[in-house]
């Protein structure tokens, strides 16, 4: 399976992640056990968990999802190499809550002991601290990165102006960076991290873990009615997309799976990965900021863009035609100007030269440089018609001369003294085209 790399975090992980916050909830440790042996033999990698999972919970303290890893880490069998384990600090657990240096120290601790590992491979911000200034946070993570307990370290549940300053802070002072960013995404919940966080994960090359990508559920079309709630140990947050907005999203979903033969569960993640940002998908090459629109010159105005159309139709017209048929005759045969090629350059895509006929001299201009072609016409092209158009006068352009020598001058009266027809005069702009 493809694996791509966390932002530059040097972290190479499968598409897809897998959560566990139900892990040590509502999943004990046979059934967690099978679907992380599942998990890894599909040729995936990525854990995620968090030390509050599950908190939540009335007599849960916490850590209880980790500690199920790593009970299922200390089986053996090579199953710490085959993942790449990442968890979350910051919210508010029995012992501290934030992201102070102080209690980043005891938290990494816990949590390597309920993980069995020496070592986690993302460590990531929960949730922002604002009573804690970034670069402390950031200083007491490069300590730790340091010291062999993380090897990088992203954020979750930032907003846009503070993942900018902690990515500005990092580079400016030297420490360590966010590679990853965890938001609340899905097809029903959008509108907060496309608005701004996507483009900044884009423009700094971080890579993008969204969580909910079901929606708690919801998105997989088995909450549809206030009775599809009762028993469901995610009632508590489906109910409030059973509105008229989250119908709408389901029926548009089981529209398109009829139609594909999907899923509602596959369909929801799906947006994900069009959008190029499913879990642990980013671009090595973040795409820039669009700068400003030009509004003069170039093809930004009016004339520029009609021009570029022209070209662009021409183009089209040009490629669209069959081969121009060998002359059967050569030029001393025909009483005209032999069309020759300069040693060296090639003829274009049609591999022959044009020819005169009974009604003139037909003439190719040079090869062009944006279509590669040698059947641009001048001359007369028929009986009657006009000049299509001239030749270049570029140096650039020298490519096939009479005789077979370059050309050493310009303008239309130096073609004519070598034997050049010079044709008609140049004709307007529309009768040109």
Same mark, same amino acid.
């Given at each position: 399976?493809?694996?791509?790399?966390?932002?530059?975090?040097?972290?190479?992980?499968?598409?897809?992640?897998?959560?566990?916050?139900?892990?040590?909830?509502?999943?004990?440790?046979?059934?967690?056990?099978?679907?992380?042996?599942?998990?890894?033999?599909?040729?995936?990698? &990525?854990?995620?968990?968090?030390?509050?999972?599950?908190?939540?919970?009335?007599?849960?303290?916490?850590?209880?999802?980790?500690?199920?890893?790593?009970?299922?880490?200390?089986? %053996?069998?090579?199953? @710490?190499?085959?993942?790449?384990?990442?968890?979350?600090?910051?919210?508010?657990?029995?012992?501290?809550?934030?992201?102070?240096?102080?209690?980043?120290?005891?938290?990494?601790?816990?949590?390597?002991?309920?993980? /069995?590992?020496?070592?986690?491979?993302?460590?990531?911000?929960?949730?922002?601290?604002?009573?804690?200034?970034?670069?402390?946070?950031?200083?007491?993570?490069?300590?730790?990165?340091?010291?062999?307990?993380?090897?990088?370290?992203?954020?979750?549940?930032?907003?846009? !102006?503070?993942?900018?300053?902690?990515?500005?802070?990092?580079?400016?002072?030297?420490?360590?960076?966010?590679?990853?960013? /965890? !938001?609340?995404?899905?097809?029903?919940?959008?509108?907060?991290?496309?608005?701004?966080?996507?483009?900044?994960?884009?423009?700094?090359?971080?890579?993008?873990?969204?969580?909910?990508?079901?929606?708690?559920?919801?998105?997989? +079309?088995?909450?549809?009615?206030?009775?599809?709630?009762?028993?469901?140990?995610?009632?508590?947050?489906?109910?409030?997309?059973?509105? *008229?907005?989250? &119908?709408?999203?389901?029926?548009?979903?089981?529209?398109?799976?009829? @139609?594909?033969?999907?899923?509602?569960?596959?369909?929801?993640?799906?947006?994900?990965?069009?959008?190029? &940002?499913? =879990?642990?998908?980013?671009?090595?090459?973040? #795409? =820039?900021? /669009?700068?400003?629109?030009?509004?003069?010159?170039?093809?930004?105005?009016?004339?520029?863009?009609?021009?570029?159309? @022209?070209?662009?139709?021409? #183009?089209?017209?040009?490629?669209?035609? *069959?081969?121009?048929?060998? *002359?059967?005759?050569? +030029?001393?045969?025909?009483?005209?100007?032999?069309?020759?090629?300069? =040693? %060296?350059?090639?003829?274009?895509?049609?591999?022959?030269?044009?020819?005169?006929?009974?009604?003139?001299?037909?003439?190719?201009? *040079?090869?062009?440089?944006?279509? +590669?072609?040698?059947?641009?016409?001048?001359?007369?092209?028929?009986?009657?018609?006009?000049?299509?158009?001239?030749?270049?006068?570029?140096?650039?352009? @020298?490519?096939?001369?009479? +005789?077979?020598?370059?050309?050493?001058?310009?303008? #239309?009266?130096?073609?004519?003294?070598?034997?050049?027809?010079?044709?008609? #005069?140049?004709?307007?702009?529309?009768?040109?085209?």
């Amino acid at each position: 399976m493809e694996r791509q790399e966390l932002g530059r975090s040097g972290l190479k992980v499968a598409p897809w992640a897998l959560g566990t916050n139900v892990l040590g909830w509502n999943v004990d440790d046979a059934t967690g056990f099978k679907l992380l042996d599942a998990f890894v033999d599909a040729g995936f990698n &990525l854990v995620d968990s968090a030390d509050v999972y599950s908190r939540w919970i009335p007599g849960h303290v916490g850590g209880e999802s980790e500690a199920l890893i790593g009970r299922w880490i200390a089986q %053996g069998g090579g199953r @710490r190499e085959k993942v790449v384990i990442a968890t979350k600090l910051g919210m508010d657990m029995p012992d501290g809550k934030g992201l102070s240096p102080a209690y980043m120290k005891v938290a990494v601790e816990k949590s390597l002991q309920r993980l /069995q590992t020496d070592v986690i491979d993302l460590y990531q911000s929960h949730r922002d601290d604002p009573e804690t200034p970034q670069e402390e946070t950031l200083a007491a993570y490069a300590e730790l990165i340091k010291a062999g307990k993380v090897r990088a370290i992203g954020a979750s549940n930032f907003t846009a !102006p503070r993942l900018a300053e902690a990515l500005k802070l990092a580079a400016d002072k030297g420490l360590p960076r966010y590679e990853t960013l /965890q !938001p609340h995404y899905n097809l029903y919940d959008r509108h907060e991290f496309e608005a701004e966080l996507a483009g900044l994960c884009k423009r700094e090359g971080l890579g993008v873990i969204p969580y909910f990508g079901l929606a708690s559920g919801f998105l997989t +079309g088995k909450y549809r009615t206030e009775k599809d709630l009762e028993g469901s140990a995610r009632a508590y947050a489906a109910k409030n997309m059973l509105n *008229p907005r989250g &119908l709408r999203i389901l029926e548009a979903m089981d529209k398109v799976g009829a @139609r594909i033969g999907a899923t509602d569960a596959q369909i929801a993640p799906g947006l994900a990965a069009r959008q190029g &940002l499913h =879990p642990d998908r980013q671009r090595h090459q973040p #795409r =820039p900021a /669009q700068g400003p629109r030009q509004v003069g010159g170039g093809h930004a105005g009016r004339r520029g863009r009609g021009r570029a159309r @022209r070209r662009q139709r021409t #183009r089209r017209r040009r490629r669209g035609r *069959p081969p121009r048929p060998a *002359p059967a005759a050569t +030029g001393e045969d025909r009483g005209g100007v032999e069309h020759c090629c300069h =040693p %060296g350059r090639p003829q274009g895509r049609s591999g022959t030269h044009p020819a005169a006929s009974e009604d003139g001299p037909r003439l190719s201009r *040079p090869p062009s440089r944006a279509s +590669g072609r040698d059947d641009v016409w001048v001359g007369r092209r028929e009986a009657g018609a006009g000049l299509s158009r001239r030749p270049s006068t570029s140096p650039s352009r @020298r490519a096939c001369r009479p +005789g077979g020598l370059p050309r050493t001058g310009s303008g #239309r009266r130096g073609l004519a003294r070598r034997g050049w027809p010079p044709g008609p #005069r140049r004709r307007s702009r529309a009768a040109r085209l």
